[in-house]
């Protein structure tokens, strides 16, 4: 049973980044939808995260009672900072991508998050490369390939790609909406590449929100009271910017209908449940490994859209999805070979004891060792008083909520 446990407990962040996908490729989908009825995306990313915000501040209010720490000033500007990047930039130009594109397209464009995320980390000193390892020549050869293939999908759109079963459906005349569908997701040269480059903008922005992620649960280790508050505070700055941007009162007005099917299962589902899980996951793993399973939403998407949208898939569409995959299967190897590293030196620096008259006494030079750390202040007790959660993988192990 122990074997079947530890098995699982490693199993855990697989399990829970495969389920997120199916979550967010059904919410591309109801999304497109609720887009071509005419629902502001501006509007939808206000109701979106009212739901989430409703949904999960009972739990964060009952369950982390005891254990939330003090809001600080600090703590406040990067939950406004965590909003803006989130549920206001990032939801906002993805929306408007989408509606320019489809989902498929969208979402194998948005593979590129893993190399902006490395990136980034790069900069921001949370990742360390040496190209004289195999590991990091990898990262870095997926971080330019995966580049490749998102110019690829902007700049080459290509030939029709004939699916058949979108054939045989089409043929049978299923779905009355399909021809108004399949029209509002073909979209013109230009369009194409706004498209692209909004989606593409609103995944620098949810790169960089990883990065102050990981950092943000040093300060505040409350994920059900950080995803709350970043949530309410996306909603409030998100109303601002819808004013701001639909001039006519009746943009806000929504039904019992696809629209408020796509808020609810947006804000409930994809926010703020996604957001907590993948919070726990990116505390555990890092925000590398949260980012690189987004290959299985683009194959769940382009197979829901040829059935429920009739979406087309064009060829440069096909080929830049390939090139970003393999790069973000390189970058993931890359990162998996370094946790491995991490974890043999890990398990070398360990204290080595011995049995002397009964009692243990541990090697000199790590007592030395172990009473200078608590010297400086380096005792665990201490730093969990204190607020700070250390990080176990360069400083990229501890994370938020969103």
Same mark, same amino acid.
């Given at each position: 049973?122990?074997?079947?446990?530890?098995?699982?407990?490693?199993?855990?962040?697989?399990?829970?980044?495969?389920?997120?996908?199916?979550?967010?490729?059904?919410?591309?989908?109801?999304?497109?939808?609720?887009?071509?009825?005419?629902?502001?995306?501006?509007?939808?990313?206000?109701?979106?995260?009212?739901?989430?915000?409703?949904?999960?501040?009972?739990?964060?209010?009952?369950?982390?009672?005891?254990? !939330?720490?003090?809001?600080?000033? /600090?703590? &406040?500007?990067? @939950?406004?900072? %965590? $909003?803006?990047?989130?549920?206001? *930039?990032? =939801?906002?130009?993805?929306?408007?991508?989408?509606?320019?594109?489809?989902?498929?397209?969208?979402?194998?464009?948005?593979?590129?998050?893993?190399?902006?995320?490395?990136?980034?980390?790069?900069?921001?000193?949370?990742?360390?490369?040496?190209?004289?390892?195999?590991?990091?020549?990898?990262?870095?050869?997926?971080?330019?390939?995966?580049?490749?293939?998102?110019?690829?999908?902007?700049?080459?759109?290509?030939?029709?790609?004939?699916?058949?079963?979108?054939?045989?459906?089409?043929?049978?005349?299923?779905?009355?909406?399909?021809?108004?569908?399949?029209?509002?997701?073909?979209?013109?040269? !230009?369009?194409?590449?706004?498209? /692209?480059? &909004?989606?593409? @903008?609103?995944? %620098? $922005?949810?790169?960089?929100?990883? *990065?102050? =992620?990981?950092?943000?649960?040093?300060?505040?280790?409350?994920?059900?009271?950080?995803?709350?508050?970043?949530?309410?505070?996306?909603?409030?700055?998100?109303?601002?910017?819808?004013?701001?941007?639909?001039?006519?009162?009746?943009?806000?007005?929504?039904?019992?209908?696809?629209?408020?099917?796509?808020?609810?299962?947006?804000?409930?589902?994809?926010?703020?449940?996604?957001?907590?899980?993948?919070?726990?996951?990116?505390?555990?793993?890092?925000?590398?490994?949260?980012?690189?399973?987004?290959?299985?939403?683009?194959?769940?998407?382009?197979?829901?859209?040829?059935?429920?949208?009739?979406?087309?898939?064009?060829?440069?569409?096909?080929?830049?999805?390939?090139?970003?995959?393999?790069?973000?299967?390189?970058?993931?190897?890359?990162?998996?070979?370094?946790?491995?590293?991490?974890?043999?030196?890990?398990?070398?620096?360990?204290?080595?004891?011995?049995?002397?008259?009964?009692?243990?006494?541990?090697?000199?030079?790590?007592?030395?060792?172990?009473?200078?750390?608590?010297?400086?202040?380096?005792?665990?007790?201490?730093?969990?008083?204190?607020?700070?959660?250390?990080?176990?993988?360069?400083?990229?192990?501890?994370?938020?909520?969103?």
């Amino acid at each position: 049973m122990g074997c079947y446990g530890d098995f699982f407990e490693k199993a855990k962040p697989y399990i829970a980044m495969t389920s997120l996908q199916f979550g967010y490729a059904g919410m591309n989908v109801i999304t497109k939808v609720s887009l071509n009825h005419g629902m502001s995306h501006y509007v939808l990313v206000v109701y979106r995260h009212a739901f989430a915000t409703i949904s999960i501040a009972p739990f964060a209010l009952i369950l982390e009672r005891k254990v !939330r720490p003090k809001m600080t000033w /600090s703590v &406040f500007l990067q @939950i406004f900072v %965590l $909003a803006l990047l989130g549920p206001v *930039i990032d =939801q906002n130009f993805y929306y408007a991508g989408l509606k320019f594109t489809g989902p498929t397209f969208a979402c194998a464009m948005s593979n590129i998050l893993p190399a902006m995320t490395f990136v980034m980390a790069l900069i921001f000193r949370m990742e360390k490369v040496d190209l004289k390892k195999v590991r990091c020549q990898a990262k870095v050869a997926g971080t330019l390939v995966t580049v490749a293939g998102a110019m690829m999908m902007t700049l080459y759109k290509g030939p029709l790609m004939k699916m058949a079963w979108t054939s045989q459906g089409h043929a049978h005349g299923h779905g009355a909406e399909a021809p108004a569908v399949a029209a509002a997701i073909d979209p013109s040269g !230009r369009e194409w590449f706004l498209g /692209s480059l &909004f989606v593409i @903008i609103a995944t %620098l $922005a949810w790169a960089s929100l990883f *990065i102050l =992620q990981a950092h943000t649960l040093k300060q505040y280790a409350a994920p059900l009271s950080l995803t709350t508050l970043i949530c309410f505070v996306g909603t409030l700055q998100a109303i601002v910017v819808t004013f701001a941007m639909e001039h006519r009162p009746s943009v806000w007005t929504i039904g019992f209908d696809m629209n408020l099917l796509a808020a609810a299962y947006a804000g409930i589902v994809t926010s703020s449940i996604a957001y907590y899980v993948q919070g726990l996951v990116i505390q555990k793993t890092g925000p590398v490994f949260a980012s690189a399973f987004s290959p299985l939403m683009m194959i769940i998407v382009a197979v829901m859209g040829s059935f429920i949208l009739a979406e087309k898939i064009f060829l440069g569409g096909v080929l830049g999805a390939v090139l970003i995959v393999i790069g973000l299967y390189s970058v993931l190897w890359g990162k998996h070979k370094e946790t491995q590293e991490k974890e043999e030196e890990e398990a070398m620096e360990l204290p080595v004891a011995s049995k002397t008259n009964g009692g243990m006494i541990y090697d000199d030079d790590v007592f030395i060792k172990e009473i200078a750390a608590a010297a400086v202040g380096d005792d665990s007790e201490c730093s969990k008083a204190s607020g700070v959660v250390k990080s176990s993988s360069h400083g990229h192990g501890a994370a938020g909520a969103v």
